[in-house]
């Protein structure tokens, strides 16, 4: 009998496991899918001389993660891989906003467009170097994160305290337009907000801007040697030295729970499988409670919180195997990883409000990947492995453009979807579309279909909207692993902190079941 079962082999689920194992518990992870990986995996689909991921492809969270550098992959042979330069947005007028590998280069392009916006955009960063390890440290701690929020407290008091909470919690555009002239800056803010579900009026949109802006800064946009499966090889390489077992094809239907303990889970093959010491469930808080966890093991309260969970938005991507670079207008773009698309922050805003009003977005935001100009290995030389995703509504009422999208998402609907996205391309490419060799696409119930815990295409385990986070991730009074089941502990991006491939809800259930067993 294992000492703990892991139900999914996300990242999540593999970080937890892999603490587990290497403090002596005997560990089975169960996925539910034919390999591992979950949101983090590769493959040659889109042309057999072409490494495409999946899902997720840049980690800038994976690289400042104190959970992921503590497991040590590079002596399990990952390898990190960057792009010259991290992100670009190419203005309508031929110019191109830079977040350059170095502050300085990017102050300096920033000055071009409004002097003065260079030094602003170098006081972000001056604030990121005092604050930023104890951000990241209170980010990826349970909540409340005692320590690392005391340290937290006194950096923010002598960075300016109540103002740079105020900062913070600003909507992205307003904070652009307090700290910078000219257009660029705001675009790099408001652009990477948008990595999340958070248009540029949302409260707290600036802050996950900033963030996300201040890793780009400090860590690039980096990507694992040889695809995101890298990544997760490494993961299951240390679990498995560790002793770990991993079960793939195995679909967990159950968390067998009696006396108000889980004592192990039943799949769909109808095995029961024992856990001695502790289940962790890297799935959605949806799936979890209600669905594994029969209703009637759970508080009233929680079910009904659960009815308002609000799921972050539904996801369209194309995958491209390219024969040549992709023709950028503006040049800056051709030497980035990570590529925005939209007509300035107004764009930004009309593209939010149509998803906000259920219509599927006639000039969709579009984030665009060159994954051969971050890892030459991705493809043959000369060529580019790329890709783009945009978001779409979960339930449509209407399409903002001429195709009469309804979310069916049949053939014919993906078919329109990927021509309107690479149209967009080639408004800011002239010829792109003439160098496609090869494309895939994925479409919400595609995504869903090969990894269940993104739900319709949500990719980030529930919304980064302030009203579910922290203490209310996945439901108010929660923030935390535990469960209302002794034993069974929520390991998955529904859990505080949320979405990204860092690891932290997988590290903080795994310590939560550690410190458990040590009380006793």
């Known amino acids: 009998m294992p000492d703990a079962v892991v139900i999914g082999a996300g990242p999540n689920g593999l970080v937890a496991a892999n603490l587990l194992a290497a403090a002596g518990w005997s560990v089975e992870v169960l996925e539910a899918q034919p390999g591992p990986g979950g949101a983090v995996r590769s493959d040659r689909g889109v042309h057999p001389d072409y490494v495409s991921d999946l899902f997720s492809s840049f980690y800038p969270l994976a690289a400042a993660s104190p959970v992921i550098e503590g497991l040590g992959l590079q002596a399990e042979g990952l390898r990190w891989s960057r792009a010259p330069r991290v992100l670009a947005h190419p203005l309508p007028d031929g110019r191109c906003a830079v977040l350059e590998s170095d502050a300085r280069d990017t102050a300096a392009g920033l000055d071009a467009f409004a002097e003065g916006d260079g030094a602003a955009w170098l006081e972000l960063c001056a604030t990121w170097d005092r604050v930023g390890r104890d951000v990241l440290g209170a980010l990826f701690t349970p909540f409340p994160p005692v320590r690392p929020g005391l340290r937290l407290a006194a950096r923010l008091r002598a960075a300016g305290g109540l103002r740079l909470a105020r900062t913070l919690l600003l909507p992205v555009r307003r904070l652009g337009e307090e700290r910078f002239g000219g257009e660029a800056a705001r675009l790099l803010l408001a652009g990477s907000a948008l990595h999340a579900d958070l248009g540029p009026e949302a409260a707290g949109s600036g802050g996950f801007g900033w963030l996300m802006s201040m890793l780009g800064q400090t860590y690039g946009f980096p990507v694992p040697l040889g695809g995101a499966g890298a ?222 815990n993104l739900h319709g295409g949500a990719i980030n385990g529930g919304t980064t909207a302030a009203h579910q986070q922290l203490v209310f991730r996945p439901t108010p009074g929660t923030g935390r692993p535990e469960t209302p089941v002794r034993g069974l502990y929520l390991a998955s991006a529904s859990a505080h902190p949320g979405g990204g491939v860092h690891g932290a809800p997988g590290a903080n259930a795994a310590r939560a079941a550690l410190r458990k067993r040590l009380r006793r």
């Open 231 to 452: 990544l997760t090889a490494a993961l299951v390489r240390r679990l498995e030295r560790h002793g770990g077992v991993l079960r793939c094809g195995e679909r967990v239907t159950e968390v067998v729970v009696r006396g108000g303990r889980a004592v192990g889970v039943r799949t769909a093959n109808g095995e029961a499988v024992p856990a001695s010491r502790a289940v962790l469930a890297d799935v959605s808080a949806p799936a979890l409670y209600g669905g594994l966890v029969g209703a009637h093991h759970l508080p009233g309260r929680l079910l009904d919180d659960l009815r308002r969970f609000q799921w972050d938005f539904a996801t369209f991507k194309v995958d491209w195997a390219l024969n040549g670079p992709v023709p950028w207008t503006a040049r800056p773009a051709t030497t980035a990883g990570t590529v925005h698309l939209a007509d300035g922050v107004d764009g930004l805003t009309r593209f939010a409000a149509q998803i906000a009003t259920g219509q599927v977005p006639d000039r969709p935001f579009l984030l665009f990947g060159q994954m051969s100009t971050a890892d030459a290995t991705r493809s043959p030389a000369g060529t580019e492995s790329a890709w783009a995703y945009t978001h779409v509504p979960h339930r449509i009422k209407g399409d903002a453009g001429e195709d009469g999208l309804t979310g069916r998402w049949d053939r014919g609907e993906q078919e329109a979807m990927a021509d309107r996205m690479e149209r967009e391309v080639e408004r800011w490419a002239p010829g792109f579309r003439s160098r496609i060799a090869a494309r895939r696409l994925l479409a919400p119930p595609t995504i869903e279909s090969v990894d269940a």
